[in-house]
């Protein structure tokens, strides 16, 4: 985990940050509007996916390598030391879980677990298909897809709640899931 925040503690800190704020914009912003979950889905949409993004994308000092093998890079990320552990499986789980988390709640087509996953699975191979293509010393990996689609699927089942539903009210304010 020392690795991670050496690399990218100034993104993490800007996001802790960043979030609430951009968070309480949207609320304000759209405060006599009935459609403040749907702003604040969007501020959670963009504010939490980009960091990781540029996170990925930022260049090692390593060769490029890929891994095409299910399973193979989870052990190693879980027989090292715990702060490695926790940074490789905690941070590949929150890849995409804003995605997973927000997606619903703002978009009716993205509601539902399956498309959801689809939608996460072929995100993560786009992610570790660049990562290989733009040779930024990056380790394409099955297990980060597998992993960041794990992430975006579980967010997205603690999000069914808020999801937007077929069902309006007569106003068209938009019910949640029962």
Not at 87 to 109: D, E
Not at 128 to 142: C, D, F, K, M, P
Not at 158 to 171: G, M
């Amino acid at each position: 985990m020392g690795a991670a925040w050496r690399d990218h503690s100034t993104t993490i800190i800007v996001t802790l940050l960043v979030l609430p704020i951009a968070g309480v914009v949207a609320y304000r912003w759209r405060r006599r509007s009935r459609s403040r979950r749907l702003a604040l889905a969007e501020v959670g949409l963009v504010c939490w996916t980009l960091p990781f993004i540029g996170m990925l994308f930022t260049p090692q000092a390593t060769p490029r390598s890929v891994d095409l093998v299910p399973l193979h890079d989870l052990p190693s990320w879980v027989s090292g030391s715990p702060d490695t552990a926790i940074a490789q499986v905690v941070g590949n789980l929150m890849v995409l879980a804003g995605v997973g988390l927000f997606l619903p709640i703002r978009y009716r087509w993205a509601a539902s677990l399956p498309r959801v996953l689809v939608l996460a699975a072929a995100s993560a191979v786009l992610v570790e298909t660049l990562q290989w293509v733009l040779a930024i010393g990056r380790v394409s990996s099955v297990d980060d897809v597998l992993i960041n689609t794990a992430g975006a699927v579980l967010a997205a089942a603690c999000s069914r709640r808020w999801w937007v539903t077929e069902k309006a009210d007569p106003e068209r304010q938009i019910l949640p899931v029962p």
